[in-house]
């Protein structure tokens, strides 16, 4: 935890500030009782009405300086844990847009939300029990001082009731502690049962899977409920059970005192003081104990929220960058060889080829022969074992990312639109595009021909994720995307699998003048899509088994063969 804090640096005067208040709240706690005592002694008993007056007009001020203290310590503190939980968001949402996509696999999303959200209020609360253990400190040994000074020998007690206290408090934390690290892996799982079920709506009815799934989710939720009513259970004795040794020192005290009232040993003011200052002490050591039981519980989220700050992304930039501003678009697959974490066998085996601008490199291959991941290992959205994929004859482990991405427009295989307008996402692509260009963009994408029947036109809102729009009219709007950006490499990827074969070949044939000087990679399944590229690599099992031109490929690679021969016979069949 205190790691986390470190992130505190900017708040450091008010820190500072706020300790002083709660500094001065305790030193007026502390002398209430002791003028509390002399009011008793000197006033009441003695019927002085001035001496009354006098020192309660003390107290009452010492009471409304006290009130304004806590009120501003209490703002001060508010303040210090809300700006420091937004702070810890927004580092925590930056380490995570830096990570690769191995290191978002690893924590998994669901995690990563309860990390960023609930596990970081658990830390905010931190602040709200740090007043009361800076509180518990002041006052404890303030009370200690005090009460000692007035009668040493009563206070003999506090060393028979402390250590029971303490014991007892000790004894409750090792039964709560482990609930209480329970407690943030049950909510990880609630909100990964949610989530599922809400990205996942279509499909969990249409396998008329709601009631398994309900069940499902009642049993994340009953798990959460149970650990939390174990944890509450466990809250509940604790309070009773220390009022409980409370009440009895300070009935021993009374008693004690009682007796050397009789013997005029004592006066009522110093008993009334002296039960006061017990009280004080007592809670104090209950606030401190207390502490260390709901510590662990912050500390069981920082922990998790450490491991995810602490992750060093795989993938980051060189030292020194090869500037690379302008791009020729020349690609380079030199011995490529790539196997995902986890697995034994590599999903790109030694491949080289060249992508050049002005020509389109397609790549077919059956259904998992590793097609896409090319196609990230390009994007360096995971880093490759062996080989070397150049641009310009550059290693793009050499070049900063951004520069890398700047050229790529990139209509990756599952199209991921965001909430907000269709123009909206359009821009995405580049944020200055202006209206015509987005129109422009959108004729060649074949976007505008559904957008003009929409009542909104581009202003219609899409859902998120897209659920309001047809496979196809995603894929067009996220090809109008990549357009925007005028890069200097054009990937699809499978991007054209949800259009119907007219649509297909009208986009293609307005794209071809689009994209003339540039490098254009078409990942498909389809011949009809493919066959016009100047260039096919043959891919199975994350190997090249053949690369050409239709014609040539027809006669010398079997897979394509069997490829072009089973669409053909299907179309034929169709
Ligand atoms: N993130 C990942 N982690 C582990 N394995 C993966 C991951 N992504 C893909 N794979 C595996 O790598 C292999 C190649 O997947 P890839 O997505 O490249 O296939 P593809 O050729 O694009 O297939 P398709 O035509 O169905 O899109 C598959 O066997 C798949 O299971
Ligand atoms: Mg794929």
Known sequence: MLKLFKHLKPYTLTVIVTIILIFLQSIAELFLPSLMSDIINNGILKNDINYILKVGGYMLLITAGAVIV????????????????????????????????????????????????NDVVQIQNVFIMMRMLVMAAMMGIGGIVMAVTRDA??????????????SIMVLIGRKGLPLFRLMQLKVDKLNLVMRENLTGIRVVRAFNRVQEEKKRFDNANKDFMENSIKVNKIMAFIFPAMMFIMSTATLIIVWFSSIRINNMDMNVGDMVAFIQYSSMI???FLMGTMMFILIPRAQASADRINEVLDIVPEINDPENPVEFIESKGHIEFKNVTFAYKGAEEPVVNNVSFIAEPGRTTAIVGSTGCGKSTIINLLCRF????????????????????SDLRKHIGLISQKSLLFSGTIAENIKFGFEEATDSEIKYVSEIAQVKEFVDELENGFDTLISQGGTNLSGGQKQRISIARALIRKPKIFIFDDSFSALDFKTDSRLRNALKNEVTDSTVIIVSQRVSTIMNADSIIVLEEGKIVGIGKHRQLLDTCRIYREIVASQLSEEELA
Do not use: C, W
């Not at 939980?85 to 999303?109: A, C, H, P, Q, W």
């Not at 074992?385 to 290693?395: A, E, F, R, T, V």
């Open 70 to 117: 806590t009120v501003a310590a209490s703002f001060l503190i508010a303040r210090i844990a809300m700006s420091f939980g937004k702070d810890i968001r927004d580092i925590i949402f930056t380490r995570v847009e830096s990570y690769s996509l191995n290191e978002v696999d690893k924590i998994g999303s669901a995690s990563l939300i309860t990390r960023t959200t």
């Open 153 to 166: 020998k009563l206070s003999i007690i506090f060393v028979i009731v402390l250590p029971i206290l303490v």
């Open 282 to 284: 007592m809670f104090s």
């Open 382 to 401: 995971y880093d490759i074992q062996k080989g070397n994929i150049l641009i310009d004859g550059i290693d793009i482990r050499h070049m900063r990312q």
